[in-house]
């Protein structure tokens, strides 16, 4: 169950010498063909590191061979040097392969404004051709960071599937989160409708994360389609199996997220519009006061409430309905169930909020905040 269980798909995942405590930290990713289509969404942050520059000039063209990630720096705001330090690795990936550099995406993920040694990077990139194979594993585990434990998916389709592998546990937050996604697959899918399905799976799914508010520099998420199944899957049943998949990397992530005791659903029902309810549910998902009532076990709904109201969307403040692990503890915008009947003590928690507004709704996903997180990125740099 990896990236290399689709037809057509080699990976690897070595050490380069870039972390500091050691292990993998190195993965490349290779599609034989016989097609080499292609589609990436990026970070919509304006800081974006020197992979995401370069890599969103690759992409132009639907057209990659190859994606080479690292761990332990970001090359972030390194300057011209970091800059070359990407075109290098790219170059280096390319010679190996007999490609054109123009077609390997590159990715880093770790510290902003740590250089990575650009020998480290290239010596890692030979040892890694050298060790192509059904390695999606060890390339899963390569590109961790803070993550606690390695993520892959793999979606079956009839006679092709979909196969993935994310980083991510901090800095949660849309567009994308703090996350490294490589996807592949064997159906027969062009370009066009590629990306047009990896946008709609990637806004139901990653889009929808939002951890802490935190947005990152070099999120990236790729799909690459190999053909080598030989199969032409509809559009509608290629986007449902990659939606899939995206949804169930967003979710591991979202379990893994740095320090969590608590992985929150907020559901917002009958919204006039779903950018509505989106709005709604990212408002309560960002609220600080909310997520350490939840770390507390405390089923407060009027931080709920207060979340609500600082948004845009269309509703009466006098008629809202909130419920808690199914419990409806507000009704009409006034007490209802006894909170005390709310149980908070298990992992996963729901927060249902009806806006009476509409017919639309939506999914935003958060945790909590706990003292594991604050413990963990006060001393992230040290």
Request: hydrophobic share 45%.
């Amino acid at each position: 169950m990896s990236i290399t269980t689709p037809q057509g798909f080699r990976a690897a995942g070595v050490s380069a010498g870039l972390k500091a405590s050691g292990g993998k930290d190195l993965a490349l990713v290779v599609n034989d063909g016989p097609r080499h289509d292609s589609a990436s969404v990026f970070t919509s942050n304006r800081c974006k590191a020197n992979p995401i520059l370069w890599s969103q000039e690759v992409v132009k063209d639907g057209v990659v061979r190859a994606v080479v990630l690292n761990s332990g720096g970001a090359n972030c705001y390194t300057g011209a040097e970091g800059f070359q330090t990407t075109h290098a690795v790219a170059e280096q990936v390319a010679g190996n392969l007999g490609i054109g550099a123009i077609d390997v995406v590159v990715c880093s993920t770790g510290l902003i404004g740590l250089a990575n040694p650009r020998q480290n990077l290239l010596d890692g990139v030979d040892e890694a051709y050298a060790g192509l194979g059904d390695h999606g594993a060890e390339a899963a585990e390569a590109i961790m960071t803070t993550d606690s434990v390695s993520k892959q998916v793999l979606v079956e389709g009839a006679g092709w599937s979909v196969g993935g592998m994310a980083k991510g546990a901090g800095m949660l937050a849309p567009q994308l989160a703090t996350m490294l996604v490589v996807l592949t697959t064997d159906a027969v899918v062009p370009a066009a409708d590629l990306d047009a399905a990896l946008r709609a799976a990637t806004r139901v799914s990653f889009d929808r994360l939002d951890s802490d508010g935190c947005m990152s520099t070099n999120d990236t998420v790729t799909v690459m389609a190999s053909g080598a199944s030989g199969i032409t899957p509809s559009l509608p049943d290629f986007a449902e199996a990659l939606t899939q998949a995206c949804t169930d990397l967003a979710m591991q992530l979202l379990r893994d997220a740095e320090g969590a005791d608590h992985e929150i659903a907020i559901t917002v029902l009958n919204a006039a519009t779903e950018d509505d309810a989106v709005e709604v549910g990212r408002s309560v998902a960002r609220s600080n006061l909310f997520k350490a009532a939840v770390f507390g076990n405390d089923p407060n709904w009027g931080r709920v409430l207060a979340s609500i109201g600082t948004t845009d969307a269309a509703f009466d403040p006098a008629d809202l309905d909130v419920a808690m692990n199914g419990v409806w503890v507000c009704k009409q915008s006034t007490p209802h169930a006894d909170p005390a009947t709310v149980d908070l003590k298990q992992r996963e928690v729901s927060v249902t909020i009806d806006l009476k507004a509409g017919s639309e709704r939506a999914t935003v996903w958060t945790n909590d905040l706990t003292h594991a997180y604050v413990h963990e990125n006060s001393a992230y740099s040290s």
